[in-house]
């Protein structure tokens, strides 16, 4: 079956723009997550779904970023008025459900943003 | 508190070498212990868990990794690398209730001909 996909893979944007990343997780799959993956750092939680809810939005950054679930499926995640420390890999993963990752997180390509 | 350190940012080894990924970990309550491998420009892959089973984990590409508590590691093998083995390796940490796994650093592993 079809694994997570995100959109676009590759995002130019200059500093100020807004921008958005798209995230399809596995279908049936309840829970979803984002985090952004540095050069050379390790990946950072940004935020968690269970359905449509965000019950862990912990590690969003600032209020520049927010995202969003709908229908139980499709994510997308807002960074409002990038900045260049922005520069990251979006990487998404999905979930049958959230149990301290004793359900596998299969994750997505991830959406590499430059902003310039 | 959570917390995951991997030593060594970067290994090199010898095809057909044997690997050694190392992993410590701090948790104050039973952790679950994963890796993850990323290929270049690619999602992450699991390779294995530890959820309080038998502390020697088998995955895939015959890797494995044994959870010590006495140790707090979880340091991941394979007894002979592969050209394709070359890739980023994450440990990461979680428990029962948490909601999210603690990713660390990772080590980019790289297998010289």
């Known amino acids: 079956g079809a694994g997570v996909s995100q959109s676009p893979s590759n995002k130019v944007t200059e500093k100020g723009k807004d921008v958005e990343l798209r995230c399809d997780p596995i279908s049936g799959h309840t829970a979803l997550y984002w985090y952004r993956q540095s050069l050379g750092q390790g990946l950072e939680f940004l935020i968690y779904?269970?359905?449509?809810?965000?019950?862990?939005k912990s590690g969003l950054p600032s209020d520049r970023f927010s995202a969003e679930r709908t229908g139980g499926s499709v994510s997308t995640l807002t960074i409002q008025r990038t900045q260049q420390e922005d520069s990251a890999v979006y990487l998404c993963?999905?979930?049958?459900?959230?149990?301290?990752?004793?359900?596998?997180?299969?994750f997505g390509p991830g959406t590499r943003l430059t902003v310039t | 508190a959570q917390s995951v350190t991997q030593l060594g940012s970067h290994v090199s080894v010898s095809e057909g070498a044997l690997v050694l990924l190392r992993c410590n970990y701090s948790s104050s309550v039973p952790p679950y212990l994963f890796w993850y491998v990323q290929y270049p420009n690619q999602g992450l892959q699991l390779l294995l868990k530890y959820t309080s089973a038998a502390t020697l984990v088998k995955g895939i590409n015959g890797f494995e990794a044994e959870f010590k508590k006495s140790e707090t590691s979880f340091h991941l093998t394979k007894p002979s690398a592969h050209m394709s083995d070359a890739a980023e390796y994450f440990c990461?940490?979680?428990?029962?209730?948490?909601?999210?796994?603690?990713f660390g650093s990772g080590t980019r592993l790289s297998i010289r001909p």
């Open positions: 990461a940490v979680s428990h029962i209730s948490a909601s999210k796994i603690i």
């Open positions: 993963a999905s979930s049958l459900a959230n149990s301290g990752g004793y359900y596998e997180q299969y």
């Open positions: 779904f269970q359905g449509n809810s965000a019950p862990d």
